[in-house]
């Protein structure tokens, strides 16, 4: 009962012996029946209770080649494939193209997810893209200034020129919107061709060196430091991420 939220252990107790719990419509008014929370039913004065799902904050590191789907009508392969040993149904939290490599976030916590995607919250994602030529000031000014996509503007950019060379080179972008295909459309539209792309950051979180095709764990700083970024409009993700919940791994308890 206290995995579901109902009250602590000890007046979970009280409640038992009051006869207050019923498991599957008999009355339990004694200590240490166990339950399976995916066959039993567990009510305390007639409301059906259940534990609280555990949340995953996981960040993959995404290879080129996989859709950002939880299933594809063309059976690509998934990102899913990539979080196998992740025991809980998480998801995708946005999309990066099948030929985008880099971060990526998954979890099973909808008002996370929330956070991040929607534009209000305007948070920061950071790419590094390789271009085949070197585009001119006029070109890097539009970048950061807005360029017309779908006819409207994009937001400002912040566009930063990294090891360029006679071949080309590579740029670091960082944008807030998460219009299909922004990065590469925006440098279609100044006359440059990204030939490859990679996100390295959301908000504060980086990918760091974590290898291609595997996960972590996001830590509570940055767990925290990505919700941090939608307080303003969140006012309930404050009690909503303090951690206080364990459990639905438990398969078996004893109420
Ligand atoms: N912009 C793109 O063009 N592709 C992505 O995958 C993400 C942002």
Not at 62 to 70: C, D, E, H, I, L
Not at 127 to 141: E, S, T, V
Not at 205 to 231: C, F, I, S, Y
């Given at each position: 009962m206290a995995l579901c939220g109902v009250t602590s252990r000890?007046?979970?107790?009280?409640i038992i012996l009051k006869g207050r719990v019923?498991?599957?419509?008999?009355?339990?008014?004694?200590?240490g029946c166990e339950v399976d929370p995916d066959y039993d039913?567990?009510?305390?004065?007639?409301?059906?209770?259940?534990p609280e799902a555990k949340k995953y904050y996981i960040l993959?590191?995404?290879?080129?080649?996989?859709?950002?789907?939880?299933?594809?009508?063309?059976d690509r392969p998934t990102v899913m494939e990539l979080v196998k040993d992740v025991h809980a149904r998480i998801y995708p939290v946005g999309r990066l193209d099948y030929d985008t490599a880099g971060l990526l976030i998954m979890t099973n916590d909808g008002d996370f997810a929330n956070v991040l995607t929607h534009p209000s919250h305007a948070v920061n994602?950071?790419?590094?893209?390789?271009?085949?030529?070197?585009?001119?000031?006029?070109?890097?000014?539009?970048l950061r200034e807005g360029v017309e996509l779908d006819g409207r503007l994009?937001?400002?950019?912040?566009?930063?020129?990294l090891n360029p060379s006679k071949h080309?080179?590579?740029?670091?972008?960082?944008?807030?919107?998460?219009?299909?295909?922004?990065?590469?459309?925006m440098f279609e539209a100044v006359g440059a061709e990204v030939t490859s792309l990679k996100r390295i950051s959301v908000g504060n979180v980086?990918?760091?060196?974590?290898?291609?095709?595997?996960?972590?764990?996001?830590?509570?700083?940055?767990?925290?430091?990505?919700?941090g970024r939608g307080k303003k409009n969140h006012s309930r993700s404050k009690t909503r991420y303090c951690p206080t919940v364990v459990g639905y791994y438990i398969k078996q308890f004893i109420i």
């Amino acid at each position: 009962m206290a995995l579901c939220g109902v009250t602590s252990r000890r007046a979970s107790e009280e409640i038992i012996l009051k006869g207050r719990v019923m498991v599957n419509g008999e009355t339990v008014d004694y200590m240490g029946c166990e339950v399976d929370p995916d066959y039993d039913t567990v009510e305390v004065d007639g409301i059906v209770i259940k534990p609280e799902a555990k949340k995953y904050y996981i960040l993959l590191n995404k290879p080129k080649g996989y859709v950002t789907t939880v299933s594809d009508e063309f059976d690509r392969p998934t990102v899913m494939e990539l979080v196998k040993d992740v025991h809980a149904r998480i998801y995708p939290v946005g999309r990066l193209d099948y030929d985008t490599a880099g971060l990526l976030i998954m979890t099973n916590d909808g008002d996370f997810a929330n956070v991040l995607t929607h534009p209000s919250h305007a948070v920061n994602k950071g790419y590094i893209a390789k271009l085949n030529n070197l585009p001119d000031n006029d070109a890097l000014k539009r970048l950061r200034e807005g360029v017309e996509l779908d006819g409207r503007l994009t937001s400002p950019a912040k566009v930063e020129v990294l090891n360029p060379s006679k071949h080309g080179c590579e740029i670091k972008i960082t944008i807030h919107e998460g219009r299909n295909r922004q990065v590469r459309r925006m440098f279609e539209a100044v006359g440059a061709e990204v030939t490859s792309l990679k996100r390295i950051s959301v908000g504060n979180v980086t990918l760091g060196n974590l290898p291609e095709g595997k996960w972590r764990h996001l830590n509570d700083a940055e767990r925290q430091r990505l919700m941090g970024r939608g307080k303003k409009n969140h006012s309930r993700s404050k009690t909503r991420y303090c951690p206080t919940v364990v459990g639905y791994y438990i398969k078996q308890f004893i109420i």
